[in-house]
């Protein structure tokens, strides 16, 4: 199972950018999904959170600017950054915890917890 994050790239303060990342592989379901950033000599924050039902949680510093949603169907979750700032510039990861089908009979399905990471995608917030 792997995570492919996209979206990123330049904007100016105050703009507007969606990240999108999907989850591919053999997938019986998707727990919580998270968005993560890392800059330049700090260490990796939590943006924002949703559980498989939809709950969420988001760090103080982007409270009312992101929003982030899931769509299960296409096993997708997003970040939607509004009202962006020079402090937002950072590498952004998705994160999810996958379930991962290791087998199958005509009676059973097993399947495994990943804690799986995308490789991350740049947000640059020029002033």
């Known amino acids: 199972v792997q995570l492919q994050a996209s979206g990123g790239g330049l904007v100016q303060v105050g703009g507007s950018l969606r990240l999108s990342c999907v989850a591919s592989?053999?997938?019986?379901?998707?727990?919580?999904m998270g968005w993560y950033r890392q800059a330049p000599e700090r260490g990796r924050e939590l943006v924002a959170a949703i559980t498989s039902g939809d709950v969420t949680k988001y760090s103080d510093s982007v409270k009312g600017r992101f929003t982030i949603s899931r769509d299960n169907v296409k096993n997708t979750v997003y970040l939607e950054m509004n009202s962006l700032k020079p402090e937002d510039t950072s590498v952004y990861y998705c994160?999810?915890?996958?379930?991962?089908?290791?087998?199958?009979?005509?009676?059973?399905?097993?399947?495994?917890?990943?804690?799986?990471w995308g490789k991350g995608t740049l947000v640059t917030v020029s002033s």
């Open positions: 592989g053999r997938i019986f379901s998707i727990g919580d």
């Open positions: 994160n999810a915890d996958i379930h991962r089908i290791d087998g199958e009979d005509d009676v059973s399905l097993r399947w495994s917890s990943v804690d799986a």
